[in-house]
């Protein structure tokens, strides 16, 4: 009983990959039909011999509920209404197998699903979710990301903060956690935080990146409603949303997209292209329109449904190349004999391209930790198309400088430099993420050499740079106070560490320095020109010491940074003044209040014609050990 759902047209476009609004179809929605109250499911099944749908609504009764597949046959699509099912309710696919194999799988599309280890989909609307965020909405229509701050907050909410003492595993709700990680964001001066592990996934192991619910927020922490809830309250404290999307894999979970209908239906049939021998996990087919399709709503469902403000594209790389992570033998070439997926590349260049061009403002974030050209150009140019990528090989260049005994620093000063040579050749996001604190690599302070107090001071000068760098910026949680463990999802963050002091004044000063980048435009509005950055001196191996400028539009409030990476005090050093004028200290890391000398230093410093630096004037400072100093000043026209 049931006027079609599914139009000829929605299944058309369907076909055509370019049903943007294909999660108000697929899935199941409570509707009224013939004065009746109910829901209609449908589910793409075209291997299937016959579909029933079972679920708490019919006591799991395999015969009761089978689905009529609708014309054109050879689409594969299976619909029913059934009157009486209400929101909440559970239900599964009963697919038969062109074998005569019976498969319970849960929807693709579901907007909800039980609590793991329980695998069922639930029946939730979702499409009259309560907002009161329009402020935010227009303005961000209305701004270009790459003029503004963007200072990253990368967060797993099931182990950022825990409840103690509970019979259950303590989890904030989504409720909680949105009063509880907007006082810390604000207070510490993010701009946007990103989410990991939203989408539903079955393993807590795998921190959200091996995804059985492309449609579901995961309910770990509660329902839809309380997921609309945080984004809303953190756009009504004006701090950005970014959300982890995984569209590079998926799990072989019984109930999960793997072999959906029985055969290869999701991923590539080929296992050469459909499985990741390292990984485990099969590989979305980007040839076939429906599966294209699937991913593309699965996007803008986040980002239209939820108000998202951006979604960061894991493990990019690994769709681009067909031979990633493999040996000969495992992958097969493309049509021109190399390794490039051409599938993946018009995928990204048509989903990147749809969904900025039908949300200004909204964003897309490649991680993507290759030399792979233009990922964020345009697409009429051959580009990806993304706004951001991460800069893993500037990650990669820092830490290793970092690690390094300050006595050996001298040896790899290059590496502190190099990514400015390619700066321009994409928009990068520096990160600090997840992946660098985790399985073995340490915690970031326990990367830096030294003991005691000098892991501290390094870290301090560390981030200074990373901060003064251009380009975006991400740091994940727990390492803006230091954390000494290795992050884990199965515990809170050790905040008890606050309470002492080394833990606390690392993180004031991570906090003033997201102030300084927040306040001074020279800090982010020309990340990606030359315009905005100027090497003062980027060749002093034999001190460590790196010195330069970070520039406004209007040659205003400009930004010297002084950056001293070894603990040797310079009371002889001078700096080469890119300007005749004042500069102004707005930044001393020697200042009691971080863990420093105290020693008082005066406020203002006014250049004298003595060449430094290959500049006429200069000023001199006395250099602390690990000393880092940042000073406003304005060009002279």
Request: glycine letters at 8%; hydrophobic letters at 35%; one cysteine or more.
């Amino acid at each position: 009983m049931i006027m079609r759902n599914m139009t000829e047209l929605d299944m058309y476009l369907f076909g055509q990959s370019t049903h943007y609004d294909i999660y108000k179809k697929m899935g199941a929605h409570l509707m009224t039909v013939r004065q009746k109250e109910g829901a209609v499911f449908d589910v793409w099944a075209p291997h299937a011999k016959r579909v029933w749908v079972v679920g708490s609504f019919n006591n799991w009764d395999e015969t009761r509920h089978e689905m009529k597949r609708l014309e054109p046959l050879k689409m594969g699509i299976y619909e029913l209404f059934i009157p009486g099912v209400t929101n909440g309710d559970m239900y599964k696919y009963l697919i038969e197998t062109s074998d005569g194999k019976l498969l319970y799988k849960a929807d693709p599309y579901a907007t909800y699903a039980e609590l793991r280890p329980g695998s069922a989909s639930i029946v939730f609307d979702v499409s009259h979710l309560k907002w009161s965020d329009q402020n935010w909405m227009d303005t961000r229509a209305q701004t270009n990301p790459y003029e503004k701050p963007m200072a990253i907050y990368e967060v797993h909410p099931g182990s950022w903060k825990r409840h103690p003492g509970r019979d259950d595993e303590g989890f904030y709700t989504y409720r909680e956690f949105a009063r509880a990680l907007t006082e810390y964001v604000k207070e510490m001066g993010y701009t946007h935080v990103e989410l990991m592990g939203i989408s539903e996934h079955p393993f807590e192991g795998s921190w959200g990146y091996q995804v059985t619910g492309y449609y579901a927020p995961t309910s770990r922490y509660g329902t839809p409603e309380d997921f609309a809830y945080l984004i809303n309250y953190l756009h009504r404290n004006k701090i950005g949303v970014i959300v982890d999307w995984v569209p590079a894999h998926f799990p072989r979970d019984a109930h999960g997209l793997a072999d959906f209908d029985g055969c290869p239906l999701y991923e590539y049939p080929d296992p050469r292209m459909g499985e990741h021998p390292d990984w485990g996990t099969k590989i979305f087919n980007y040839g076939m329109s429906e599966v294209k399709n699937f991913l593309i709503g699965s996007a803008l469902m986040w980002i239209e449904n939820y108000h998202v403000d951006g979604l960061r594209v894991d493990a990019v790389a690994s769709m681009l190349y067909l031979d990633y992570g493999k040996n000969d033998g495992q992958w097969v070439a493309n049509k021109y004999g190399d390794n490039k997926n051409l599938e993946a590349i018009e995928f990204f260049k048509h989903i990147n391209t749809s969904l900025t061009g039908r949300n200004p403002g909204a964003i897309m974030i490649a991680e993507e930790s290759t030399a792979w050209p233009n990922v964020t150009g345009k697409a009429e140019e051959d580009g990806l198309n993304f706004n951001f990528k991460w800069n893993m090989g500037w990650m990669h260049d820092f830490l290793d400088y970092m690690k390094q005994d300050p006595y050996f620093r001298k040896g790899c000063h290059n590496k502190m430099t190099f990514a400015m040579s390619y700066n321009c050749a994409e928009k990068y996001i520096l990160v600090l993420s997840h992946d660098e604190v985790v399985h073995l690599k340490c915690s970031m302070v326990n990367k830096m050499p030294g003991l005691g107090k000098d892991k501290f001071r390094n870290l301090m000068v560390g981030y200074t740079f990373f901060m003064g760098h251009p380009g975006k910026k991400l740091l994940f949680m727990g390492q803006d106070f230091a954390q000494l463990r290795e992050w884990s999802e199965e515990r809170e963050l050790d905040w008890f560490l606050m309470a002492e002091e080394s833990h606390r004044q690392l993180n004031d000063y991570f906090k003033e320095l997201l102030h300084i980048y927040r306040k001074y435009p020279s800090m982010y509005e020309l990340d990606h020109s030359w315009d905005g950055f100027e090497w003062i001196n980027a060749n002093d191996a034999s001190r460590s010491i790196f010195s330069f400028v970070r520039k406004s539009k209007n040659g205003k409030r400009n930004l010297l940074f002084i950056c001293n990476f070894t603990p040797v005090e310079r009371t002889d050093y001078r700096v080469g003044a890119p300007t005749k004028g004042t500069y102004k200290l707005v930044l001393n890391s020697d200042e009691s209040r971080f863990g420093g000398t105290g020693q008082k230093r005066p406020v203002s410093y006014k250049t004298v014609k003595a060449e430094c630096d290959g500049r006429d004037y200069s000023f001199a400072y006395p250099l602390p050990a690990y000393g880092v100093a940042v000073f406003e000043f304005n060009y002279k026209v």
